[in-house]
């Protein structure tokens, strides 16, 4: 294990590790733009200079291997005079665009200024004039002009993506970041990154472009639902400022790194699929259908009127009632409503709808699985048994009479394989209740529809597909009157008559984990760190 | 608001109301007399009698204002008479009232790129502190239209929008006249149009 000194404290480290990371380790920040631990190194931007005693010129401490016994000193006056000249070179043609320019708050060019540069401007010569504002792709929008040529976005796509796209072209201070001749846009499913990897305003999200500012944004942690992978993601959240984003509560949504789950990235699919949150179509009030006429209804009669179709469906006999849960909602949610309803006497409890076609799938992040809970729901023995779909399964018993109320949580059959004969057979059941988040088809024919919270108002945790608990916290209230799902299972439960269900997630983790052996017991929430990394669901040792 | 104050007890000189009424006539005497003796020998040319004071018959006769007073906001125009203002939302950041609403939008051309396609100022919320103006790097916002006169029987009325924040024109001050010439009403009688329109 090689040993070094850095500015005169002790560290060791792994074999092959560099100077920057080893300096990591014992919290002193190097500045760098060219590094980035996902990416091989580059070396070309200088700015992580050091001086290393016994060798006569600094040293770019990212491309510098840690070896035992070596002296590294991080911020002699040598190394901060060397530091300021390259970040006057690195200026030397930047714009300085900071007023429309997004990355400004969160720009490294800004960060390392005030904290190592500070100089003076020398500059008599004219900049040089690049193409500024070019839609490199769906998402992504170029500024040669403020790029310093540090290439991370050319090594992402040469190494993460494998898309090679992007490329440095021209010679000296004409230099430029553009996409290959013949490659119109971007054609990977991940260039959100490319955003987030480059550390200045050169490459930014034409989503979040002008939206408001970095600096109005709060952050709540939080998993992405887009599909089983759950990749830990950074939600940036703004309240204080309502009328920016065009009113969207969530101006953008970054990942965040894990390297068990996601490393550093996430998928396009998921960055901008988070829309629906403050989509027009929430739904916002409970309503009834009265005739075929909606009926808006306050909570407490929504409770009595939910209570009585179901306690009139189970004295006809609990088999009649049908439950389709989501692999969209919490552990604590699915664990709350499986109890709520077996102690009712429901048996056919599902949760599996199969989409109208398989989704993609990549060996990168991208999982077919569209669900951020499969696995949870699985792991808590829910289902109708064999078979991809329990939406088939239901429809089969509907149709044979067996079934004649259903309960659907927050799947849209009309999006399913199964799809027309939804449309068929819903409509002549005798109570269709629906709680959910949007308005859709099924929704819409339904007797009785609950507004349910997203996943960003609302803590809760998913199981991902290798069985790993991921807790996320709420970032902004329910919108509307929606309540969070174990808020309205609780409701439900004092409606009818039933054991109380607690409103927290905490809680109710904390009693799933007690009872459900594939998870740990008596480990509550509290115990998943927020790398969101914690807790493995014991798989296969029931 | 009303802020209640802890009441004195009246002493018995006080109480019996008289003395205290004379004693305030007194003092109102005192001032007319020693104005109209200043006013009067300073009209007989004694130039070193101090100044008597003087009441402006507002709102027929306007109190000149000093060139650097805050007053109601305006937003330059470049040469194509679109707002200089690049919506960077500085101003909507340091602004303690936080009373200005910025909505940014693309600029057709991308040298600009931004610019504001809301910009309310909500001048019941403002409290003319023009930390604004010092923040904007554009130097696009400013407070020298010299309109201090302003009122509406809504909150809604008191909002500015970026159009008329855009209409409003600088006041074309001549020069700021010191009390011993007449009272010049020139900057709100009615306002010029500027001479050079802001350019970037
Ligand atoms: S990249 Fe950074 S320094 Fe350059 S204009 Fe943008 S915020 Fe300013
Ligand atoms: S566009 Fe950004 S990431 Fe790419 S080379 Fe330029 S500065 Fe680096
Ligand atoms: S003058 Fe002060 S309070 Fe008024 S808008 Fe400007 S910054 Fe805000
Ligand atoms: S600070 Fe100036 S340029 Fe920026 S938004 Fe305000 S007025 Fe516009
Ligand atoms: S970070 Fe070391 S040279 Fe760029």
């Not at chain 1, 006057?88 to 714009?95: N, R």
């Not at chain 1, 002009?145 to 540090?150: G, H, S, V, Y």
């Not at chain 1, 920016?244 to 969530?250: D, L, N």
Request: aromatic fraction near 8%; charge should be neutral.
């Amino acid at each position: 294990m090689p040993t070094l000194k850095i500015d005169g404290k002790e560290v060791w480290v792994e074999p092959g590790t560099n100077v920057l990371e080893a300096a990591k380790k014992l919290g002193i920040e190097i500045p760098h733009y060219c590094y980035h631990p996902a990416l091989k190194v580059a070396g070309s931007c200088r700015m992580c200079l050091v001086e290393i005693e016994g060798m006569p010129k600094l040293q770019i401490s990212c491309h510098t291997k840690a070896a035992d016994g070596m002296v590294v000193w991080t911020n002699t006056e040598k190394v901060r005079k060397a530091r300021q000249a390259v970040l006057e070179f690195l200026l030397v043609d930047h714009p300085l665009d900071c007023p429309v320019c997004d990355q400004a708050g969160e720009c490294y060019l800004q960060i390392y200024y005030m904290e190592h540069g500070l100089y003076k401007s020398r500059l008599r010569e004219n900049k040089i004039k690049k193409e500024k504002a070019k839609p490199i792709g769906k998402h992504i929008i170029l500024d040669q002009e403020r790029c310093i040529l540090c290439s991370r976005c050319v090594r992402f796509t040469r190494e993460v993506t494998k898309t090679f796209e992007l490329g440095i072209f021209n010679r000296g201070n004409r230099s430029v970041v553009d996409l290959y001749p013949g490659i119109s846009e971007l054609q990977n499913r991940y260039q959100g990154n490319l955003a987030d990897i480059c550390p200045v305003g050169a490459l930014t999200d034409r989503n979040f472009r002008f939206q408001t500012r970095v600096w109005y944004l709060q952050q709540a942690k939080s998993i992405c639902p887009g599909c089983s992978r759950g990749c830990n993601i950074e939600v940036d959240y703004n309240i204080s400022r309502e009328y920016k984003a065009g009113g969207r509560r969530i101006p953008r949504i970054r990942p965040r790194h894990n390297p068990k789950v996601n490393g550093y990235w996430m998928c396009d699919d998921g960055r901008y699929g988070y829309k629906y949150v403050d989509a027009l179509d929430r739904i916002l009030l409970p309503r009834r259908l009265d005739e075929g006429e909606p009926v808006e209804l306050s909570w407490p009669a929504a409770y009595t009127m939910a209570a009585d179709l179901l306690s009139e469906a189970t004295k006809e006999g609990a088999d009649k009632v049908g439950v389709l849960l989501s692999a969209k909602m919490t552990n604590e949610e699915l664990f709350a409503a499986r109890k709520l309803f077996s102690s009712l006497g429901v048996s056919r409890i599902g949760f599996r709808v199969e989409p109208k076609e398989p989704g993609y799938e990549d060996d990168l992040l991208i999982k077919a699985d569209k669900n951020p809970n499969t696995k949870g729901a699985e792991l808590l023995e829910l289902g109708l048994g064999a078979g991809k779909s329990d939406v088939s399964a239901l429809l089969d018993a509907a149709e044979a009479g067996e079934v004649d109320t259903v309960v659907i949580f927050n799947e849209d059959l009309s999006k399913s394989s199964e799809a027309e004969r939804a449309e068929a057979v819903l409509p002549k059941l005798g109570r269709v209740i629906y709680v959910g988040t949007n308005w859709n088809a099924t929704a819409a024919k339904a007797d009785l529809v609950l507004p349910m919270a997203t996943f960003v108002e609302q803590e809760g945790t998913f199981t991902n597909f290798e069985g790993r608990v991921q807790r996320f916290w709420k970032a902004v209230e329910p919108l509307g009157e929606s309540r969070t799902g174990l808020s309205i299972l609780a409701g439900l439960a004092t409606a009818l008559g039933l054991e109380p269900v607690s409103e927290n997630a905490e809680e109710v983790f904390a009693e799933l984990a007690e009872q459900v052996p594939a998870f740990f017991r008596g480990s509550a929430t509290r115990n998943l760190v927020s790398t969101g990394n914690w807790l493995r669901a014991r798989l296969g040792r029931r | 608001m009303r802020i209640p104050q802890s009441e004195k007890e009246l002493t018995f000189w006080e109480r019996i109301y008289f003395p205290e009424v004379f004693r305030g006539l007194a003092i109102t005497a005192k001032h007319f007399v020693v104005n109209m003796i200043r006013h009067t020998l300073r009209l007989l040319g004694f130039k070193n009698v101090p100044k008597g004071a003087v009441t402006y018959q507002y709102p027929e006769e306007i109190r000149p204002i000093s060139t650097r007073l805050r007053t109601m906001h305006r937003l330059a125009r470049r040469a194509d008479g679109s707002p200089r203002c690049v919506a960077c939302m500085m101003c909507e950041t340091v602004c303690p009232a936080s009373c200005i609403y910025i909505v940014a939008g693309e600029h057709p051309d991308p040298n600009i790129e931004k610019v504001p396609i809301r910009f309310d100022i909500d001048l019941g919320k403002c409290i003319f502190c023009g930390y604004c103006v010092e923040a904007c790097p554009e130097d696009a916002i400013r407070m020298d239209t010299g309109i201090y006169n302003f009122a509406a029987y809504t909150r809604e009325g008191m909002v500015l929008t970026l159009e008329e924040l855009l209409a409003h024109e600088p006041a074309p001050y001549v020069s700021v006249p010191t009390q011993d010439k007449a009272p010049d009403p020139g900057p709100l009688a009615k306002s010029q149009p500027v001479s050079a329109p802001a350019s970037a």
